[in-house]
Structure formats: C-alpha cells, structure tokens
C-alpha cells in the first residue's frame, strides 16, 4: 500500500541555519504530496503541496519539490527562526484519504 | 469563526463509560474524516464520510461509531472507553477528493481514559 517515511527527528537547529527535513514515499499512481506543520498543541496546518512531478510547493519560506524520479518530497528552508519549532508531516494522497509520515520535531535554538 | 470546530477540546474519563466527541465544519466542504494521534504523534485515518455517506471505515474497534447527520457535523461516539482509547482526536474536512485540495484540521479532542 502507499506509505511515506520521513527522517527521525528530533532535529536540532540554531536559528538562521538551513533546514532539510527528507521525504520518499511509496504509492501506485501520481498521489498529490503536502507538508503539513504541527505546533504545540493545535492541530495540523497544510504547509505546502504540489499535485504533479516537478512541481514546487512554496510557503512562508519553505519548500519543496516534487522529484518522482527519486519519490521524494524533502521539505527545505534557508534560513530558520525560533517561530518554526514544532512538528512538520509529509504527506500524500491518491485519492480518498491522506496517509501521513510519522513525523519530524524540530527545535530551533535562539 | 473557526473553520473546523470540534467540543470538546479535552476529555477525561474513567474506563466502561461512553463519550461523543462533537465536529463542525462551516466551509462547506463535502468530506469530513477522523484521524488519531498516539503518543508518539503517529497518525491514522479513522473514517471518512462524503456527503453523509460512510466511505472509508479502516480497522477500527466497533466500539466507535461515526454519525454524521448532515454534511457539515460528523460526531464520533466511543462506546466502553478503554485505556488504550487515550489519544487525540482530529476532525478534518476537505472539498472532493484529499488529493486536490488537502485537508482542514480541527484543534483536536485530547481524550485521557484513566
């Protein structure tokens, strides 16, 4: 069935350093793929997501490419803050449901 | 003017009771799913109702019951709750099919059975 692995975390960072969370999935047909962000305590907030390969999925300075050569969807950022320390989640569908990542938590040190 | 709301945000309970879980979406979407969240954050499709209609049932004890009496409510009651029932509960919604769109969580029902 389809899946989605993503990196372990937790990931540690010091503020203005670069982000690299990885993504590969696993999935019959062409799913949509998403990165979603979770912040303590709330519930889960789309990020960004691109529905064909190549495409580039882009929001408050993250993104992410749609490599179907590679199945991957690794979500990237130059330069963090404080402000994005939660948990992020890659995802995909093809179709009916959304089946997500474990998740990454990520710590961002001022 | 939430988008999707769910009551109550938290639930504490003692085993062998039953409790309902209450869900609202006011952006009138026609598909809305519940997922749960372990400890660990890991998250699972619960069901997925379109238009009122049960589409999606993944295993889940029949101990849970998804009701949803029009497009824009889908409750979820647990019947003889049991410690592992402990965990937070999403309702989402999403327009047509997940694949275009996405979906739009809730806040969550963080539900500790002790």
């Known amino acids: 069935g389809d899946s989605v692995t993503q990196m372990e975390g937790p990931v540690t960072l010091s503020e203005e350093a670069f982000l690299t969370i990885n993504c590969t999935y696993t999935a019959t047909g062409y799913p949509s793929l998403f990165w979603y962000v979770q912040y303590p305590g709330e519930g889960l907030q789309l990020l960004l997501k691109a529905t064909k390969a190549d495409d580039k999925g882009s929001n408050k300075g993250f993104e992410a490419t749609y490599r179907k050569e590679t199945t991957s969807f690794h979500l990237e950022k130059g330069s963090v803050q404080v402000s994005d320390s939660a948990v992020y989640f890659c995802a995909l569908s093809g179709g009916d449901k959304i089946i997500f990542g474990k998740g990454t938590r990520l710590h961002i040190l001022p | 003017d939430t988008a999707v709301s769910q009551t109550p945000k938290y639930l504490v309970t003692q085993m062998g009771n039953d409790k309902s879980i209450k869900c609202e979406q006011n952006?009138?979407?026609?598909?809305m799913y519940w997922y749960k969240q372990d400890s660990k954050k890991f998250l699972k499709i619960m069901f997925s109702y379109n238009n009122k209609e049960l589409i999606i049932n993944e295993t889940v004890p029949n101990r849970f019951s998804p009701k949803s009496p029009d497009k824009a409510h889908l409750n979820l009651h647990i019947n003889s709750l049991e410690l592992g029932d402990s965990a937070v509960y999403f309702c989402?919604?999403?327009?047509?099919?997940?694949?275009?769109?996405?979906?739009?969580f809730g806040s969550g029902t963080r539900l500790t059975v002790v």
């Open positions: 952006l009138g979407h026609d598909t």
């Open positions: 989402a919604s999403s327009q047509g099919s997940a694949r275009g769109s996405g979906y739009t």
